[in-house]
């Protein structure tokens, strides 16, 4: 039976905040490292940067000057449709114009703060060409605004001009310089364009007035010749008949189109229709008698049948009163369409009489006329070249006050504040660069740990195994040895495998074999032996909770479990001993069988010799009873590898080794088997197929994610019970986890009994 979709055992992954701060706080000395390094970046460069001044001159710019003749409505309109006025005064402002009379007008070519190479003007030397001269002006008037700042101040008409330079007598001579040079720049145009305006409006005045003297000749001869007395409509009987006569000619076609209309009408019309419009005496008679008589019908039909003879009788009259209408009808309706014809005859009689009238008046009206068009069209030439005229002195008076305002230098420009001297340096700043810097990197050193993190694929605590394994934890075993450095095993775990099989495992184990604690007498105590020799110690309790939560892993009988990992050094057998030792302690005959052909390390644990083991009772060479050593635990059996067979996978899936399984399921009541990682060799998935489950050991930050789904995978698809996940070497940092653990370890410590040379950070 195949599994379900790897997805449905993945359940989707929730924001913890706490998980993120234990992210940082796990690498707090890598950021305060990349800070410090960042802070003396900081402190180096202000050390190492000259010092820079900065002067700032306020000044006020307003649209243009206050010339009392400018009424407050032109004031009004000209500030609506000068929205662009103040961006272009702030480019004009850092534009190389006006920084080239700038450095003109300081003589900055010869300061030498400014210009230390002092190569003074062409044209001021007397040699030289003017384009050197321009290209050298260019040059100094680009230095100086590499230095400039323009700045205005926000919901006001006020700009600073800043200026940056390393002396700070020349910052604010310069920016002070600058803003006079503005004004000077401004008043200088201002007055070249009044003299141009002046000079031009008094030649159109001049123009105008001459050409308002031809027309004023032209119109009074053309009166003389055309005996034009007066141009009033009122007395021109000719125009008064013609407007009578469209008054008229209005009204006949307004009735002709409505005789038209009434015309079409009867003409369409039926004798039926005819006998309900028409209002002729005799139909309105006989149609007031059809409908009494429909509306006597309709109040007997309530009380009589249609069949009853006197209603047939009057349904008779009925017909017959219908019959005789539409006769009446039809006559009626010759008569009106001959009627309705004959006014509408008459009608369009008066209306084309009308309309000839009108022409012929048209054509007297034309003649009566064209000489005052004619005039007219004069008088209007003269009167708009009038009001031209009075435009163009108004101007004129308007840009003469202009002009007399410039010769007292006014500007819509005043400095507000001057620039002064400087006291001290504008930058660099310590405080600025240390807190910058410290920011930067700050910001530097989370980045590179969220990098760090999301780039670190390796499993490090519970929720994460449950999360991409989708199977429980049944237990987490904390790591004894957590002073040691990183996550890895091979310093203090000391599990290597080498397999070859394309993992790549290839560590060497270290003397001690695993992580060890001290005991009473000083010597090294093993991981794997700690709930037998140390009872009360937090690790025992861990696997004690192991057991309890693997007895309670299932409904069904479990006896035979597998312990498995993903890949070599995941603390299987420290996991398979411990773990068969706890089950000892219950009281219960316990057989730990070291399934791990390629690899053995129990016997090494309990000091037993490997010479027979199950290698021997699978090849025949040695029975059951010859394989089942004793250890020094009570209740607990062990069964060593035996000596390394060339095809390990063969015999654990042949015949003898299923009927060793179904013979050690009678004789123990629990049997542990340690077997091969099952990514590395199939030998956990035949183990696996004979056991009531399987229970995969990871290592906190060594096993990848992938790795561990793959063997999930693996062993699923060989449809082998998984029964949960145990976490090995979990190193308490931070976080929730951290607090329950130390909750726990407070309990866990109570009425531990104290010994001489005990180690704490076991």
């Given at each position: 039976m195949l599994e379900p979709p790897r997805e449905l055992f993945e359940p989707e992954s929730e924001f913890h905040l706490a998980d993120y701060v234990k992210i940082f706080t796990d690498r707090w000395q890598l950021i305060a490292l990349i800070a410090l390094l960042a802070v003396a970046g900081g402190v180096l460069s202000y050390l190492v940067t000259p010092k820079e001044y900065r002067a700032t001159t306020t000044i006020l710019i307003e649209r243009r000057l206050s010339i009392p003749v400018q009424s407050a409505i032109e004031a009004a309109w000209e500030n609506y449709y000068s929205m662009e006025f103040y961006p272009t005064q702030y480019r004009l402002l850092q534009s190389r114009g006006l920084a080239e009379r700038t450095v003109q007008n300081l003589r900055l070519d010869q300061d030498p703060a400014f210009n230390p190479a002092r190569a003074a003007l062409a044209g001021d030397t007397g040699g030289g060409s003017a384009a050197a001269d321009q290209a050298a002006l260019a040059g100094l008037a680009g230095r100086l605004l590499g230095g400039l700042e323009v700045k205005p101040v926000g919901q006001t008409q006020m700009v600073d001009i800043s200026y940056r330079s390393t002396n700070p007598d020349l910052a604010a001579r310069i920016a002070n310089g600058l803003a006079e040079t503005y004004i000077d720049w401004g008043i200088e145009n201002r007055s070249n364009l009044a003299g141009k305006t002046s000079v031009f409006l008094g030649a159109q005045i001049e123009t105008l007035k001459q050409e308002i003297q031809d027309k004023e000749n032209q119109a009074l001869a053309y009166s003389k010749r055309a005996d034009i007395v007066t141009l009033d409509t009122g007395g021109n009987v000719v125009l008064s008949r013609l407007q009578a006569l469209n008054t008229d000619y209005t009204s006949a076609v307004s009735e002709r189109i409505g005789k038209g209309a009434a015309l079409k009408e009867l003409e369409v019309a039926t004798p039926e229709i005819a006998a309900e419009i028409l209002d002729d005496p005799i139909v309105v008679q006989l149609r007031g008698e059809v409908v009494s008589m429909e509306r006597d019908y309709a109040t007997k039909l309530s009380t009589f049948k249609p069949e009853w003879p006197a209603m047939v009788?009057?349904?008779?009259?009925?017909?017959?009163?219908?019959?005789?209408?539409?006769?009446?009808?039809?006559?009626?309706?010759?008569?009106?369409?001959?009627?309705?014809?004959?006014?509408?005859?008459?009608?369009?009689?008066?209306?084309?009489?009308?309309?000839?009238e009108i022409n012929a008046l048209k054509v007297e009206n034309r003649e009566v006329n064209s000489a005052s068009i004619e005039y007219n069209n004069l008088r209007l030439e003269i009167d708009t070249r009038r009001q031209l005229l009075d435009e163009m002195l108004r101007k004129q008076s308007e840009t003469d006050v202009s002009s007399r305002l410039q010769a007292t230098r006014e500007s819509n420009v005043r400095v507000v504040d001057r620039a002064l001297v400087p006291g001290g340096p504008f930058r660099p700043s310590l405080r600025r660069n240390v807190t910058l810097s410290g920011g930067v990197g700050l910001m530097l050193g989370f980045g590179l740990v969220l990098l760090l993190h999301y780039m670190d694929r390796t499993v490090k605590t519970s929720e994460e195994v449950e999360r991409q394994l989708g199977v429980p934890v049944l237990a987490v075993i904390p790591d004894v040895a957590a002073g040691g450095k990183g996550y890895g095993l091979l310093g203090r775990y000391g599990y290597g495998y080498g397999y070859g099989y394309g993992y790549g495992y290839g560590e060497k184990r270290s003397k001690s074999h695993g992580r060890k604690g001290r005991g009473a007498n000083g010597e090294a105590t093993k991981i794997e032996l700690l709930p037998h020799l140390r009872p009360r110690m937090p690790v025992a309790e861990a696997y004690r909770a192991l057991r309890t939560a693997l007895l309670l892993s299932t409904a069904s009988e479990l006896k035979v479990v597998v312990i498995t990992s993903s890949i070599p050094g995941e603390g299987k057998t420290s996991t398979a001993s411990n773990l068969a030792i706890v089950l000892a302690q219950l009281g219960k005959s316990v057989l730990l069988l070291d399934g791990d052909l390629r690899k053995p390390r129990l016997h090494e644990v309990f000091g037993m010799s490997n010479r027979t083991g199950l290698v021997n009772h699978l090849t025949g060479s040695a029975g059951p009873e010859q394989?089942?050593?004793?250890?020094?635990?009570?209740?607990?059996?062990?069964?060593?590898?035996?000596?390394?067979?060339?095809?390990?996978?063969e015999l654990l899936s042949s015949e003898r080794m299923r009927d060793l399984m179904r013979l050690l399921r009678l004789r123990f009541d629990y049997v542990v088997v340690d077997s091969a990682p099952a990514l590395a060799v199939t030998d956990a998935t035949i183990l696996g197929s004979m056991a009531d489950g399987v229970v995969l050991t990871a290592c906190a930050g060594r096993v990848q994610r992938q790795e561990a789904k793959a063997c999930r995978d693996r062993l699923r698809m060989a449809e082998v019970k998984v029964l949960g996940a145990v976490l090995n070497r979990f190193r308490i940092g931070g976080g929730a986890y951290r607090k329950g653990y130390a909750e726990y370890q407070a309990y866990a410590g109570y009425g531990e009994e104290k010994r001489p040379g005990e180690v704490a950070a076991l």
């Open positions: 009788e009057l349904k008779g009259r009925i017909d017959q009163a219908r019959r005789n209408l539409l006769p009446a009808a039809r006559e009626a309706l010759a008569k009106a369409r001959e009627a309705a014809r004959s006014e509408y005859q008459g009608a369009l009689r008066r209306e084309q009489a009308l309309s000839a394989i089942l050593l004793r250890t020094e635990v009570p209740n607990l059996y062990l069964t060593p590898s035996g000596p390394a067979p060339p095809n390990p996978s």
